[in-house]
């Protein structure tokens, strides 16, 4: 499948493949494969420093709930096997897994992952601040609002905050399409919104 082919967000909307996403290591082999685009077992488990059986059983599971696909080969000989994520990203919405307690206990237990992998990321990001240049660290937003929304306020501000990220998304994908990596890397963009109580 193309880069042009593939769908935006794949929505997880069943309990069998939210189960299946919501492990520990194929999050990280998610996270590294979206970041590569095209990867083998053997250039993953160099990144999550996992031995490459492990690593690819867990690569088929992803791609058994249609996480991620075969890509087309990128050696000569053909014998490795490439994999692609099936889309730009995932998405997991609460609307889909209330109807049950088991779907909801599971949509909990997936979303409490999906935090503690995002909030290590950013504690690495902080413990490796020194190593990046000044222009970086005056860029990387740090900052909380505190809103008074309703419902479908804050949902409308989500769709306008995802569509933005996108257009910057499709922005940094056609430069480097283009060539143009230079001064270019890999960004993630955590956006968290929440009702609370005082």
């Given amino acids: 499948m193309s880069d042009e082919e593939r769908e935006r967000d ?22 590294a494969l979206c970041v590569a685009d095209r990867a083998t077992a053997s250039h993953l488990a160099d990144q999550v420093d996992e031995a490459v059986s492990l690593v690819s059983y867990h690569l088929r599971k ?54 503690e992998q995002r909030a290590d990321l950013y504690r690495r990001y902080l413990d490796e601040r020194a190593t990046w240049s000044a222009e970086w660290n005056a860029a990387a937003p740090d900052s909380e609002s505190l809103l008074r929304l309703t419902a479908a306020e804050l949902d409308e501000l989500r769709a306008e905050l995802t569509a933005l990220a996108r257009k910057y998304d499709e922005k940094g994908r056609a430069a480097v399409a283009a060539g143009d990596t230079e001064g270019r890397e890999h960004v993630a963009l955590h956006m968290y919104g929440f009702p609370f109580r005082v």
């Fill in 10 to 31: 794949l929505p997880i909307t069943d309990v069998g493949t939210l189960k299946a996403f919501a492990h520990p290591l194929r999050l990280r082999l998610y996270r």
């Fill in 62 to 115: 992803l791609a058994e709930h249609g996480l991620i696909e075969e890509a087309a080969a990128q050696s000569a000989d053909g014998r490795e096997r490439w994999w692609q994520p099936a889309s730009d990203g995932v998405s997991v919405r609460d609307r889909d897994f209330r109807d049950a307690p088991e779907k909801a206990a599971a949509h909990l237990a997936a979303t409490r992952l999906f935090h």
